[in-house]
């Protein structure tokens, strides 16, 4: 089909693994699904909401560790090569959707250990989180619109995007978090939890990431880096089961092991050929982590 091989083509002009991309196959076949179906061809970005960190174990209004303002996020240094690729895509009258996926769940399931260090419910501290996700999910969606009006993008909230799953499939993303997380090291090496908890450790002091907040004890850390993992795997599975087809594109490094950290449920249920494919538009980055 030929506009499947002008697809293949403007995708992989824009791929930084190019050739040695292990995910040709998978691509090229969910590309083909899409076309034969009429569906759009469907690229997928994770994003993840900007931060107030002084807020994170705030006793009265934790949720304002969520900032609603939008700039400043780690999907805006790759909008501009995103509009390119949209635009080529335009050029040749491809029907495709860019998809944002804001990933904002890490608050309970990683930092506050399941709200284990606030002193309100689960049903409660989501609902607080909710009230400013909602809220960032539209700023981003009008910052975005204003600053890429020829692209055609949709953004959505995982948690909603989690509960509205759940509802379906009648399943729980909390108790597969569980289930994870107590197996983790069947999945990861040590070495991989080590360079993830060395990377986190780093991320506290004046001006970085977690600035305003003193580094928590070593076995904090461990458990956050042991809930991140489990939380990607988790994620990876249910991207593929959501949208079939999709394709995503890798912006977060280390980029083999983000890649590998979303492959281990699908994997299991799936096969060793089926994977969550991955598209690289903005680069790879191992350093320091082979």
């Known amino acids: ?43 997928i970005s994770f994003t993840c909401s900007t ?3 002084a807020y994170m174990f705030d006793k009265v209004n934790p949720e304002n560790y969520v900032s609603l303002d939008p700039t400043g996020n780690n999907l805006e240094i790759c909008l501009p090569k995103i509009s390119e690729m949209a635009k080529r895509f335009g050029e040749e009258n491809i029907n495709y959707e860019i998809l944002i996926l804001i990933g904002n769940t890490d608050p309970f399931y ?40 020829e692209l055609n993008f949709k953004v959505v909230s995982w948690y909603e995007l989690e509960k509205d799953w759940e509802r379906k499939v009648k399943v729980s993303f909390y108790k597969l978090f569980r289930e994870t997380y107590k197996n983790i090291d069947k999945y990861y090496s040590q070495v991989e939890l080590e360079w993830e908890f060395v990377k986190l450790e780093n991320a506290f002091g004046e001006g970085r990431y977690f600035g305003s907040l003193e580094v928590p004890p ?73």
């Open 110 to 149: 990683i930092y506050t250990q399941e709200g284990k260090s606030l002193n309100f419910t689960k049903k409660q501290l989501f609902a607080k989180y909710n009230s400013r996700w909602v809220i960032y999910k539209k700023e981003l969606e009008e910052w975005i619109k204003f600053s890429y009006p």
């Open 1 to 43: 089909m030929q506009k499947n091989k002008k697809i293949l083509e403007i995708l992989k002009k824009f791929d930084g693994k190019g050739k040695n991309n292990p995910d040709w196959k998978l691509i090229k076949a969910n590309l083909y699904t899409s076309l034969i179906q009429k569906r759009p061809i469907q690229l």
């Open 218 to 290: 070593r076995e904090v850390l461990q458990d956050w880096i042991k809930r991140k993992f489990s939380e990607y795997t988790i994620q990876g599975l249910w991207i593929k089961q959501i949208f079939p087809y999709g394709i995503l594109m890798q912006n977060e490094m280390p980029t083999d092991l983000r890649y590998k950290m979303y492959q281990p449920l699908i994997k299991k249920f799936y096969g060793n050929d089926v994977t969550l494919p991955n598209i690289y538009p903005f680069g790879v980055d191992n350093f320091g982590f082979n």
């Open 51 to 53: 931060i107030n960190p």
